[in-house]
């Protein structure tokens, strides 16, 4: 039995879309959907090195399994979208859901129609897939989250609409989204990680990192090769930055543990807000902080100082100058605290 779930104008359809998890297409007019019916597929594992799954309006989660595991499992929720019941009915019925292995090791998942669609027709199907840990992942949706976890390989999670949460090692991590969230803990070779409007949290424990958004908070942690962090309208928050650092900013302060470092190289840059370094007892580095009149300090001892007040500037080295710092802000305070 279908449930008939009809839009009556915007606010009305928004909702639904944010309490019931709907996909609604708006471009081919569609105002009804069935119920989703769940169908489970087997994913077999033998020879596989690549998942790619693919949908439009639905979200992709990705289990991995590190060992035990005699086959994998795909479970995908399927509803059809029509002008009416029967239309929408009709539209459940013409979606194919595969699984396709192929000889080279990758394994594709999928939606497509079983005839010609019909321009009423709608289609959302979420995947939920269980395979083996170590494989390469490579999943994209426009309308939808995608989450993976144990994953110990390549990953590549694209969406549009939606949040992206990934957890692995192994290999090399690209994410991008244009309106939502990215969650990432991930300990490879490369990380890329791109939105246009929403937040990033990552901890990447291997190579470099490039982070770049909009409009969203930065947040990255235990980052252990280079980083290159740019937002627009947000803050920036580093803690425990490895081999080099650079921060840039718009609107939004920045923070940056670098206590693990005893010769620090970072480039700090933002233009409304606070400028917040924090350095080991034992650091060593040549520091240039320009904060355009603003407030400067250094807890630590400074040799060779240099002070402009009036134009808020301070060069100087502290230790043995082996390391680089260069902070400036428009309109804020630049601190160089111990930590």
């Known amino acids: 039995m279908t449930r008939l ?33 769940e169908q489970v597929l087997v994913l077999p594992v033998n020879n596989l090195d690549r998942v790619e799954a693919r949908t439009h309006n ?46 080279d090791g990758t394994t594709r998942i999928g939606r497509r129609w079983k005839g010609v669609k019909k321009s009423t027709w709608g289609c959302s199907v979420d995947f939920q897939i269980d395979g083996p840990a170590e494989l390469a992942f490579d999943a994209e ?13 390549d990953i590549k999670a694209k969406t549009h609409n939606g949040g992206v949460d990934v957890q692995g090692d192994g290999g ?22 791109i939105t246009h409007n929403g937040r990033v949290e990552v901890r990447a424990e291997g190579g470099p990192l490039d982070v770049v958004t909009h409009n969203g908070r930065i947040s990255a942690h235990h980052v252990g090769g280079p980083a290159k962090l740019k937002t627009h309208n947000g803050g920036i928050r580093v ?21 693990e470092n005893p010769a620090p190289q970072a480039k700090l840059k933002t233009h409304n807000g606070r400028v917040t370094i924090l350095l080991a007892e034992e650091a060593s580095a040549k520091i240039d902080l320009d904060s355009d009149g603003g407030h400067l300090e250094c807890e630590l001892p400074l040799s060779n100082a240099v002070i402009e007040k009036k134009r ?18 428009h309109r804020g305070r630049i601190s160089i605290e111990k930590k």
């Open 5 to 37: 779930m009809r839009t009556v104008g915007l606010a009305t359809a928004l909702a639904s879309v944010a309490t019931s998890g709907c996909a609604i297409s708006w471009s081919s007019g569609t105002r009804v959907w069935t119920d989703p019916v």
């Open 58 to 103: 639905g979200a992709i989660i990705y289990q991995g399994h590190a060992e035990g595991l005699a086959e994998g499992k795909v479970i995908a929720k399927v509803k059809g979208g029509g002008d009416d019941l029967a239309d929408a009915q009709a539209a459940l019925e013409a979606i194919e859901v595969f699984v396709e292995p192929s000889a």
């Open 141 to 153: 949706t426009h309308n939808g989250a995608i989450k993976a976890r144990a994953v110990s390989g």
């Open 172 to 193: 090399t991590l690209w994410a991008k989204t244009h309106n939502g969230a990215i969650e990432a803990e991930y300990k490879g070779q490369q990380v890329d990680l």
């Open 239 to 259: 803690g425990h930055a490895g081999e080099s650092l650079e921060a840039k900013t718009h609107n939004g302060a920045i923070e940056a543990d670098l206590a």
């Open 312 to 329: 808020g500037r301070m060069t100087g080295t502290i230790g043995d100058g082996s390391g680089r710092l260069t902070a400036e802000t």
